[in-house]
């Protein structure tokens, strides 16, 4: 049933994708929506019935308001100011990230790191912003096309951090402040080699952490084993140790008797 659902999912994404083709609507545009319509009949057919099997609990678990949100979208009538809603069609091809396990466990591992990835972001921030004011002052008069102001001056710091033409920005400078090769060499190390190396180190250690390598599977499975073996020995010398009391005590009645 999972295997006939991730089907259904990317056959109605390579679909909706074949519908952007103005070649391929005149020749097959009928077949291309009657199969968009069976494709979304199976989603709200699909829903209904996880809804009617779980009850209220289908809405305990955050991952069925995903799936019934993005069905949601594609019943809206696709006309009048609601026409946009159309193009929001593809989201539904997101279905295949709560389908398939592997794709659910990376998205929550990535949610796991917001908190983490809020701090670098906020750092990072931080450093364009102050780049950017001093880039202003030093180079607004300069390079005013790139520098002129505080929000150009953001934007092309934003581009130099992506590594998009910062050769170029960089020598527009230069031609007239040689020394200015070490602010953009500063620049870049701190905010691309250090702050985006840190974000990406957050998110593979969330992922580490939501799913254990093969290695820390067997090793827990081991640790379980070796706690269910201590368990055992730990009953047999309860029911010793017990048994032998009882038999002392009943050696010591013996003997007040006689």
Not at 36 to 55: C, H, K
Not at 64 to 87: E, M
Not at 129 to 146: C, H, M, Q, S
Request: aromatic share 8%.
């Amino acid at each position: 049933m999972q295997r006939a659902l991730i089907a259904v999912i990317v056959i109605n994404a390579v679909t909706i994708g074949c519908e952007t083709s103005s070649f391929l609507m005149e020749r097959a545009g009928g077949l291309l929506h009657a199969i968009d319509r069976i494709a979304l009949a199976i989603f709200i057919v699909e829903i209904a019935a996880r809804l009617y099997a779980d009850g209220r609990a289908f809405w305990s678990d955050p991952w069925n308001w995903f799936d019934a949100i993005i069905v949601g979208i594609a019943l809206v009538p696709a006309s009048g100011p609601a026409s946009v809603l159309r193009a929001l069609r593809i989201m539904r091809a997101l279905r295949l990230v709560s389908a398939v396990p592997s794709m659910r466990r990376v998205v929550s591992a990535l949610l796991t790191a917001v908190p983490g990835m809020a701090s670098i972001i906020g750092l990072l921030v931080l450093m364009i912003y102050i780049a950017a004011v001093i880039a202003t002052k030093l180079f607004g008069d300069i390079v005013p096309e790139r520098f002129d102001a505080l929000p150009r001056s953001l934007f092309t710091l934003f581009q130099i951090m992506t590594g998009d033409d910062w050769g170029n920005v960089a020598q527009e400078v230069m031609e007239e402040k040689p020394w200015a090769w070490i602010f953009f060499i500063v620049y870049i190390l701190i905010s691309t080699f250090v702050a985006l190396n840190l974000f990406i180190a957050v998110v593979v250690n969330a992922m580490n952490d939501a799913e254990p390598s093969p290695s820390e599977t067997r090793a827990q499975e081991d640790i379980e084993a070796l706690k269910q073996d201590l368990a055992a020995v730990n009953a047999k010398l309860d029911l010793l140790l017990s048994h032998t009391s009882q038999v002392r005590m009943s050696t010591n009645g013996r003997s007040h008797a006689d």
